[in-house]
């Protein structure tokens, strides 16, 4: 139950009774043991406040279809006033706090998102459709990035330049952007911000945050415990919009000269597109788009080590990650053995709703995600693959996890990410082909690989056209790793180092007179 004291710290951020009653009837229905992390309105400026024309969007659980919540959708009006929130936050004291107070703040959130981890790993669920554990593992690895970036953040040092000439000095240092547009996708609702807004926080940036529509509720969560860390009124603002206002949004945010910084992930086409609305005023962009993911398996692998990872790598979230492996290429000497063996474990999963936990996987997002692996499995068919796991379509938006063999190069799942419950094993013979056909696609997020060959380990790594590689793992994502892509996979890095770089600029400081 919430405390007497909740109750009127929720009120006073602008929520009427009667919307207070709504959301706590909303909370309640969903099984969350604290009401207050549920909301249901946008906020901005430290307020949380309705669309201007009150209008709101469905929010469904996919493993049901059943309506969790009607969300605030809002438009580019709503958005500019994000915006400008942002811009005033920026002006204000908030640019010029030091980075240990922006260290214990980043801290204090970490920490809230820790103790409520049930309450916001059952939203993941509900929203997104992820089984609880998996729900639980998102959230502790969303704290990661506020935990890795407050670190990072307080070690974020300048340069001293050693001088052309006689009495010069030279230093850099670096200054946060301003204001940040942060454009989140469904599959990781709760990571995919906290990957984006840690960093953008350490650097000392205020965020405007476009939740995706389909699972807006963590994003919502976490601003309300950004509220109970400390953070001001503005430093970060958060616009859900529906389907329709969605494009617009984007829009408002890519083409505001007020916004310094757009970071999105998602797909390669709406990045292409955000792209060219952001150019106009040539802020700094970061992209994490498509993939196509190769999964190597060369006949000297330890094939337990290949096969498990391959479970993890390629059916986590359903198969609904960007960084899943899409195309397994098996070498010709285990290749029998390694398909038999990987059809045998799918076989043991269990489909259903992400909280029963006796479930192994949950459903796809929403029925076009289902129709997309449908289609690939029934053009791999076609051309001559065989399944061999799976390969129903199930009722609602359920789709068996399926592995295919002896799919052909021709096959769209060779050219498309599925973005499902689908291995599609292809078989290959030497070296050369598997990098030459791992290297065909013109996306390239990660890759990986499983040898016990040094050398072999060493010449795959590097040839490999992606942005990350894992050397018999698949799993390679963590807070401290620069995470992104080359060719049409995106643009800069999250996470590592690196990604608190993207929010900063570097000035270059000259002093002359020092004789």
Request: proline content about 4%; overall charge neutral.
């Amino acid at each position: 139950m919430l405390c007497v004291t909740s109750r009127i710290a929720v009120a006073s951020r602008g929520l009427h009774p009667q919307r207070l009653r709504i959301t706590f009837r909303m909370a309640s229905s969903l099984g969350l043991k604290e009401a207050s992390l549920v909301h249901n309105q946008a906020f901005i400026a430290g307020h949380w406040r309705d669309a201007n024309d009150k209008k709101t969007f469905e929010v469904l659980n996919p493993a049901t279809n059943e309506v969790i919540a009607k969300v605030a959708d809002l438009g580019a009006a709503e958005t500019k006033e994000a915006i400008a929130a942002a811009k005033e936050a920026f002006k204000g004291p908030w640019s010029k706090t030091t980075a240990k107070e922006r260290h214990d703040l980043l801290l204090k959130l970490r920490d809230l998102l820790l103790q409520h981890n049930d309450d916001l790993a059952r939203l993941i669920t509900l929203e997104n459709g992820k089984i609880l554990t998996e729900a639980k593992g998102e959230n502790a690895y969303s704290a990661s990035f506020f935990e890795w970036f407050a670190e990072e953040g307080v070690r974020h040092y300048g340069e001293t330049i050693p001088p052309p000439m006689k009495g010069m000095r030279g230093v850099t240092i670096r200054q946060p952007v301003g204001v940040v547009g942060l454009l989140a996708p469904w599959n990781f609702p709760s990571t995919m911000v906290c990957r984006k807004l840690a960093p953008a926080l350490a650097a000392g940036c205020t965020a405007v945050i476009k939740p995706p529509l389909e699972a807006p509720l963590s994003a919502l969560a976490i601003a309300e415990l950004a509220i109970r860390a400390g953070f001001p009124p503005g430093v970060i603002n958060v616009i859900p919009a529906g389907a329709t206002n969605t494009p617009a949004v984007g829009k408002e945010i890519c083409e505001s000269s007020d916004v310094r910084k757009i970071s999105f992930t998602g797909s390669t086409a709406v990045g292409k597109l955000l792209y060219s609305q952001s150019a106009s005023t040539m802020k700094k962009i970061s992209l994490e788009l498509g993939g196509n993911a190769p999964f190597i398996v060369f006949d000297d692998a330890n094939i337990e080590e290949a096969l498990t990872a391959a479970v993890v790598c390629k059916f986590r979230s359903c198969g609904q990650t960007c960084v899943c492996a899409n195309r397994l290429y098996v070498q010709s000497g285990i290749y029998a053995e390694f398909a038999a063996r990987l059809a045998e474990l799918v076989d043991k999963f269990k489909v259903g709703n992400g909280l029963d936990a006796s479930v192994t996987h949950g459903p796809l997002i929403h029925s076009r995600a289902v129709d997309k692996v449908e289609a690939h499995v029934k053009d791999a068919v076609e051309k001559g693959a065989s399944i061999i796991a799976g390969g129903n379509r199930l009722e609602g938006n359920f789709f068996e996890p399926t592995v295919l063999a002896d799919v052909p190069i021709t096959a769209n799942v060779s050219r498309d990410e599925t973005f499902g419950p689908l291995a599609a094993l292809i078989r290959f013979e030497t070296e050369e082909e598997a990098i030459r056909l791992a290297n065909d696609t013109e996306v390239g997020l990660a890759g990986y690989l499983f040898s016990r060959d040094v050398g072999r380990v060493w010449r795959v790594s590097e040839a490999l056209e992606v942005g990350m590689v894992g050397v018999n793992t698949g799993l390679i994502s963590q807070a401290s790793i620069p995470f992104g892509g080359v060719k049409e996979s995106g643009l800069g890095r999250e996470g590592s180092k690196h990604g608190l770089d993207e929010y900063t600029q570097i000035k270059y400081i000259a002093f002359g007179g020092l004789q």
